[in-house]
């Protein structure tokens, strides 16, 4: 998975996934989202994101999920 708008630096952030070129993180448009903020409403907070970099974000989490272990009840991983 390359995500070429995604930056993990120790020196930026302690190495939390940001935005390329900021020290917005991804955690943060996700709970912005979550919170119930539009997309347009987070780029009126920090204009120098666009679209892209909101969508970036959201599919840098689904690719980090969908590296995620399953387990069943009985301990057995999937």
């Keep these: ?3 070429k ?4 630096d ?14 917005i993180t991804v955690e943060m ?3 912005k989202l979550a919170g119930g903020m539009t997309a347009e ?7 120098h994101l666009t679209h892209k970099d909101i969508y970036a974000a959201i599919a840098y989490a689904a690719d980090h999920l969908a590296e995620e272990e399953i387990y069943f009840a009985d301990g057995q991983r999937l």
């Design 41 to 47: 409403e987070i780029i009126a907070d920090h204009p």
């Design 10 to 23: 120790p020196k930026i952030m302690f190495g939390k996934p940001v935005i390329k070129g900021t020290r």
């Design 1 to 3: 998975m390359v995500h």
């Design 29 to 31: 448009i996700l709970r």
């Design 5 to 8: 708008r995604i930056v993990i």
